[in-house]
């Protein structure tokens, strides 16, 4: 993964100890209810994205392969990394890979 995503790494792994405290976590004291982490998953685990139907034809694939990078801030998603085209994007309809 290239080095300007290493900030993407530190920002996942702030992530989750906001949200898991020893006592009452940070998540907790502001939102006044404990957090989900159904949608926690593993840093730099391959990431299935599916690819729009406006954007592929008939016999294209219907996913690409990603990495997970880090968690969206702005919407309910994954920042995920595609290696073939250098470029990250947010994505909600995702598969993960998670056996490494």
Known sequence: MPKFYWAEAVRTAVYIPNRIGEKVSAHELYFERKPNL??????????????????????????????????SQEQKGYDCYNPRTREARVCRDVEFDESL
């Open 38 to 71: 159904r949608h926690v998953r593993l840093f730099g685990s391959i990431a299935y994205v599916q690819m729009p139907y406006e954007k592929r034809r008939k016999v294209d694939p219907k996913s690409e392969k990603c990495i997970l990078v880090s968690y």
